[in-house]
C-alpha cells in the first residue's frame, strides 16, 4: 500500500517509508491510497474467526508487500497476546476494556505493532531510527514498554513535567536501556510544540533518522482498528445498531474506528466524547475549527487543543460537513460531570471506570438521549489504577494494584530535565 500526504506536497510513500518518516517530507500526515472493503461475509461469520485472522485480514492491505503475510501473522500474534473483554452494564450500554495490555491503556496495541514493524524493518541494522514522541501520560508507557529492547531503535520521550499520573511517570521513566525520558517544564503541548520543530530541523534531520510514535505515525495509528472489530464480534448476535463511544485527545482512536467502518464494519455511529479540550465539540455545533491551547482536567491523555488525527477524519468524510456529522456527534464534559459519572458507574454497576472511560460513559449517555434504541459502547481506555488518585477519592475504595502496576512502582525514576526547544536538540546532538 502506499501513502500519500495529506498536504499534497510530497511523494507518495510505502508503509515502510510512511512508518520510518512518521511524518511526511511536507509535514502532512500519510494517508492511505486507497481502502478495500472486506467481503460482507467476513463480518456476518466473524465470532469464527480469532482475533489474530481478523486482525490478519483487516491489515493486511495497509502493510503488504513490505511486510510478507509469515512475519504480519507473528507480529499480530505477539502485539495482541491479551484480552478486550466487552462488559455490559445494561441493555444498553457495554465498555469495551482496552486495558489488559502491558502498560494498561490502549496504547499498547498500536506501540507494539509499530515497534515490530520497526524491528523487521531494521533487522539487518540499516535503519538505526530515534523515535521522538510527546506524551500527555499514556503514550509514553506504551512507547517505552513496547520498544524496549528492539534493536536500531532508540526511544526519548518528552512528558509534561507534574502533569502525569505518578504511575504514568514510573512506566515511562523506569525501564533504561534504549529509553530515555526527557521531563518538560512546561505543557503537553510545549511537548508536541517541541517535537514538531525537532522534525523541521534539517540541522538535526541531517544527522538522524527521527520517526513519531504518536499516532501520526500510520504503522501506530491503524492497529488501533483491531479492537473496534473485537468487540462487534462479541455483541453484534445480541445488537445490531452499535455506536462507539471513544474517549478523544488527539482523534486517532477514533479516526481508527472509522477505518474499520471504512473496511465494512457495519457501524451506524462514532460519538467523540471530549473533556473541556472541545475544540471538535465546538466544531460540528459551529463549523468553526479553532484550536485552543490545552486546559488540564482530571483526563489528562485527552488534553489536546489541536488534536493531530482529525485532518484524517476530514479526509475520511472528504471534507463535507454533513457526512462527518451523519457519522460523528461529540460532546465534553467537565472534571466535575466526569467524577459524578465514575460515582454513577460504581453505584449502579458496581463497576470502576477511570476518567477517561467516565467521559466515555457520558457521552453515551448524551447520544442514548436522542438515539434510545442504540446500543453504546464506551472504550475504556486505561485501567483505573492508573488515576489511582482521582478513583479512589471518587468512589471512596481503595483499590488494589494489578500486577503491571505494582512491578513499576517501586523501580527508580530517571528523567532529564528540559525547558526550551535547544535542550532538546543539544540532547539528540550528543
Ligand atoms: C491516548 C488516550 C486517549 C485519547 O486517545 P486519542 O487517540 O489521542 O484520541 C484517551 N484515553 C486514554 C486513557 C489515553 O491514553
Known amino acids: 500500500m502506499n501513502y500519500y500526504s495529506l498536504n499534497q506536497q510530497a511523494p507518495n510513500a510505502s508503509f515502510r517509508d510512511a512508518v520510518i518518516k512518521g511524518l511526511a517530507p511536507d509535514k502532512g500526515l500519510y494517508f492511505p491510497e486507497s481502502i478495500t472493503a472486506l467481503p460482507k461475509e467476513f463480518f456476518e461469520n466473524i465470532e469464527e474467526l480469532s482475533n489474530t485472522e481478523i486482525a490478519f485480514q483487516a491489515i493486511k492491505q495497509f502493510v503488504s508487500p513490505e511486510i510478507p503475510d509469515n512475519v504480519l501473522k507473528t507480529i499480530i500474534d505477539e502485539t495482541l497476546s491479551f484480552e478486550f473483554p466487552v462488559v455490559p452494564l445494561n441493555d444498553n450500554i457495554s465498555t469495551l476494556e482496552l486495558f489488559h495490555g502491558p502498560t494498561m491503556a490502549f496504547k499498547d496495541v498500536g506501540a507494539r505493532f509499530m515497534a515490530r514493524c520497526l524491528g523487521y524493518f531494521n533487522r539487518d541494522n540499516s535503519n538505526e531510527v530515534t523515535v521522538l514522541v510527546a506524551t500527555s501520560g499514556d503514550t509514553g508507557g506504551a512507547v517505552a514498554n513496547g520498544f524496549l529492547g528492539v534493536k536500531g531503535v532508540n526511544v526519548v520521550i518528552l512528558y509534561p513535567s507534574g502533569k502525569v499520573s505518578d504511575i504514568q511517570e514510573k512506566q515511562l521513566t523506569t525501564l533504561g536501556q534504549n529509553i530515555t525520558a526527557l521531563e518538560v517544564n512546561g505543557t503537553f503541548d510545549d511537548c508536541q510544540a517541541m517535537v514538531k520543530t525537532a522534525f523541521l530541523d534539517s540541522e538535526l534531520t541531517n544527522h538522524m533518522q527521527l520517526t513519531s510514535a504518536n499516532s501520526i505515525n ?6 488501533q482498528l483491531f479492537y473496534f472489530m473485537f468487540a462487534y464480534k462479541q455483541l453484534h448476535s445480541k445488537y445490531d445498531n452499535i455506536v462507539f463511544s471513544v474517549p478523544s485527545g488527539n482523534f486517532g482512536n477514533v479516526c481508527a474506528g472509522m477505518i474499520a467502518q471504512q473496511l465494512g464494519l457495519p457501524i451506524k455511529h462514532f460519538i467523540a466524547s471530549n473533556n473541556e479540550n472541545n475544540v471538535v465539540t465546538r466544531y460540528l455545533q459551529t463549523r468553526l475549527y479553532s484550536p485552543q491551547p490545552s486546559i488540564q482536567t482530571i483526563s489528562n491523555a485527552m488534553d489536546v487543543g ?9 479526509e475520511i468524510y472528504k471534507n463535507n460537513f454533513e457526512s462527518l456529522k451523519d457519522n460523528l456527534s461529540s460532546y465534553s464534559f467537565s472534571d466535575d460531570e466526569a467524577k459524578e459519572a465514575m460515582l454513577e458507574i460504581y453505584d449502579e454497576f458496581n463497576y470502576v471506570a477511570d476518567p477517561h472511560g467516565a467521559v466515555g460513559y457520558l457521552g453515551s449517555k448524551s447520544y442514548l438521549k ?16 492508573k488515576f489511582l488518585d482521582v478513583v479512589e477519592s471518587v468512589i471512596k475504595e481503595k483499590q488494589s494494584l494489578p500486577s ?22 543539544r540532547y539528540l546532538l550528543k
Not at 218 to 223: G, H, N, Q
Not at 306 to 314: A, E, L, T, W
Open 404 to 425: 503491571q502496576i505494582e512491578a513499576v512502582m517501586d523501580k527508580e525514576k530517571k528523567s532529564v530535565k528540559i525547558s526550551l526547544y535547544e535542550d532538546l536538540k
Open 306 to 314: 489541536n488534536p493531530s488525527n482529525f485532518i484524517r477524519i476530514q
Open 370 to 385: 436522542s438515539n434510545p434504541n442504540a446500543h453504546c459502547v464506551f472504550l475504556e481506555t486505561a485501567h483505573p489504577t
Open 218 to 223: 500510520v504503522a501506530r495509528w491503524l492497529p
